[in-house]
């Protein structure tokens, strides 16, 4: 159901501006999910530090590619 509408606002709102759809990630159980709605991961970057953590840059192709 959850790819369903986001698969449905991406095809209404975003694929009409022309302009690919892009996001973060730093929950590696999120990709596959957003995989599935034409997500590919473009960039990973380990943070350091105190807090350190992983996160996913994902890009979308107009129309989900």
């Known amino acids: 159901m959850g790819s369903a509408l986001l698969r449905s606002m991406l ?20 990709l596959p ?3 599935r709605v034409g997500f590919r991961t473009v960039h990973e970057r380990q943070l350091e530090g105190e807090h350190s ?10 129309g989900g590619g």
Do not use: M
């Open 33 to 35: 999910f957003y995989d």
């Open 53 to 62: 953590f992983t996160y996913w840059f994902t890009v979308r192709p107009v």
């Open 11 to 30: 095809e209404q709102v975003v694929d009409p501006s022309g302009s690919p759809a892009t996001l973060f990630t730093s929950n590696p159980r999120n």
